[in-house]
Nanobody, 112 residues
Framework: HVQLVESGGRSVQAGGSLRLSCAAS????????MGWFRQAPGKEREGVAA????GGAKYVADSVKGRFAMSRDNLSLQMNSLKFEDTALYYC??????????WGQGTQVTVS
């Protein structure tokens, strides 16, 4: 049974940095897709970054390009130069069967 647990979210001032972590358990395949998503109040969930752990494919949303980076080694999300509009609940997710099947509970990032 796959479980994902995010951590690292907190309140931070604009211009600051945070690193979000995603602890995955129950993962049996060596290569798979992992992604970070976020959802702000009143807005739709959006994809922030994604990778294929086996190498190659990597995605970063235009809204965070140059500021956010996802690690292929530990699946963390490094967020630099944070803006007020980055405030959201951040989720990590694991892909399976062509969809994002497994989701964590989320970690809150608040930028003021």
């Amino acid at each position: 049974h796959v479980q994902l647990v995010e951590s690292g979210g907190r309140s931070v001032q604009a211009g600051g940095s945070l690193r979000l972590s995603c602890a995955a358990s129950g993962v049996t395949f060596r290569s798979y897709c992992m992604g970070w998503f976020r959802q702000a109040p009143g807005k739709e969930r959006e994809g922030v970054a994604a990778i294929y752990t086996g190498g190659g494919a990597k995605y970063v949303a235009d809204s965070v390009k140059g500021r956010f980076a996802m690690s292929r080694d530990n699946l963390s999300l490094q967020m630099n130069s944070l803006k007020f509009e980055d405030t959201a609940l951040y989720y990590c997710a694991k892909g399976y069967g062509g969809s994002w099947k497994y989701w964590g509970q989320g970690t809150q990032v608040t930028v003021s």
